[in-house]
Each structure stands twice: as C-alpha cells, then as structure tokens.
C-alpha cells in the first residue's frame, strides 16, 4: 500500500513541474488515446524512446514509476496472458485443450503491455508533478463552459481535489492497520485465495470508519470557514499558457504525425 502513487506529489522545479496543469491533463489524456495508434514494433519503440525520453524532463527519481506499475501488476499480469492463452492466428507454439500459444498472441501480449505500461508512467508523471488543487483547478478551468448549463463545476473540481488529497492518506491508514493486526498474529500472506480474502475483510471496518471519521471533520472544518458553493470566490493560483505549453503542445504534435508516418 505504501507504493500507491496516486494523489502523491514530489515538489520540484523541472520543466514538467512549470507547465500549465490543463496543459499537462489535457497533455495525458491526448497521448493515451494517440498510444492507440501505435500497430507496430516500430512505431512502440518510437513511443518508448519518447517516453523515456520525457520522464527525465520531471527529475524524479524513476523508482517512482516502477511503484506506480506495483499496484497494477496483477492486471497487467492477467492481460498479458489473456492475450497470450486466447489469442489465435500465426504458429501454433503449444496447445492443450482450447488454450493455445502462437506467435500472433505472443506479439499482442507485448503490445498491450507495453501500451498499458506507458499509459501507467504518463499518468504517473502528471500525478508526481502536479499537486492535487492544481490538478482541481484545471480541471474547473476546462469545466467552466458547461457552468452555463448550470452544470456544478465547482462542486466536482471539489470533489476531485478532496479525493486525490485522501487516497495516499487512506493509503498510510491502511498500511497501519494492516501492521497493527500483524503485530496481533494475523499473516495476510500465507493460505489460499479464500484465507488471504477472509484476513484482508476485517480491514474494511476499520477503514471506513476512519474515512467516514475524516468526510465528518472536513465537512466541519468547511462550514466553520464559510464554505459554500465557491460561487464569486477569488483565485490565489491564477492559470495561465506559457511558452513551455506551446513548447509541449508541439511536440505532440510532432509524436501524434511520427505514429501515422510510422503506422502501416
């Protein structure tokens, strides 16, 4: 649990970390969806190289990312040999019954992997990097048409910030407790899938009661602040582009026309 990477955020004052956050959310979600272009060894390599490539920019330690793929491993394990076991087309390499290994399911076994292990580090990087009110912010900035559908954009950046701030603390409380209850005898590790289950189910009480404890006392903090909708509120972290946003909003455009040349 301590691995967890989500809502974490490591200061700095690197290129990445100067960006604009709705350049760098915007900037994610964009390069998860051109990921989907990549159909080739050639142009997966391309996508690897870039990305290693851009992981420096942030001078985070790369350590980092390889947690961020810790709480993952098990789908990324079972993707991969869900492609592998039905995946059909190409040499049959083994057989038995109706699970088979061939080439075809080999090559997209590796590509999938490759593909979810970037989308893990893009997205790790953007979490590293950005605080979480920073990342409500922008999120708002970008909803801020919709308020004239009345839809609540305050309300849900909000909700987002408040989420992302809790997720490593809910994260530290259950690796809390879960030391506390090895202290008493309870092995989370040894056994079956059932006893392993059976031993991780009296964590859940616990845990919800510290979040319930948590929701209890922020609401009270709010409205002893005044809080209500956040309507005519001013802002301390203004937004704004820079020469670094353009700077980024080029290169994906380069990377996005790199994949369609490389694509076939």
């Known amino acids: 649990?301590?691995?967890?990477?989500?809502?974490?955020?490591?200061?700095?004052?690197?290129?990445?970390?100067?960006?604009?956050?709705?350049?760098?959310?915007?900037?994610?979600?964009?390069?998860?969806?051109?990921?989907?272009?990549?159909?080739?060894?050639?142009?997966?390599?391309?996508?690897t190289v870039v990305t290693l490539a851009i992981i420096p920019l942030a001078r985070v330690s790369f350590k980092f990312f390889i947690n961020g793929l810790m709480p993952v491993l098990f789908l990324l394990v079972f993707t991969v040999l869900i492609q592998i076991f039905f995946t059909t087309?190409?040499?049959?390499?083994?057989r038995w019954g109706w699970l088979s290994v061939t080439s075809l399911g080999l090559i997209n076994a590796g590509f999938v992997f490759i593909r979810l292990v970037l989308i893990i580090f893009m997205s790790t990087l953007l979490?590293?990097?950005?605080?979480?009110?920073s990342l409500a912010d922008a999120v708002e900035s970008l909803l801020k048409p919709l308020a004239k559908i009345h839809f609540p954009v305050t309300e849900v950046a909000l909700m987002l910030s408040i989420a992302l701030r809790f997720v490593p603390t809910l994260m530290d409380q259950t690796t809390k407790t879960m030391n506390a209850q090895r202290a008493r005898g309870v092995d989370f590790g040894s056994g079956g899938l059932v006893k392993q289950i059976r031993t991780i189910v009296p964590l859940f009480i616990p845990l919800f009661v510290s979040a319930f404890t948590m929701a209890d006392d922020l609401a009270t903090a709010m409205e002893a602040r005044g809080y209500r909708d956040g309507l005519g509120r001013t802002k301390y972290r203004v937004l704004h582009y820079g020469k670094r946003d353009a700077m980024t909003t080029g290169a994906l455009a380069v990377l996005t026309l790199g994949l369609l040349i490389l694509r076939r």
């Open 1 to 47: 649990m301590s691995k967890m990477i989500l809502g974490r955020y490591i200061p700095g004052d690197s290129f990445i970390h100067r960006l604009d956050p709705r350049t760098k959310l915007l900037a994610t979600f964009f390069y998860i969806a051109i990921v989907f272009l990549a159909n080739n060894w050639q142009s997966y390599l391309f996508l």
């Open 89 to 94: 087309g190409g040499q049959v390499y083994w």
């Open 127 to 133: 979490t590293l990097t950005t605080p979480s009110l």
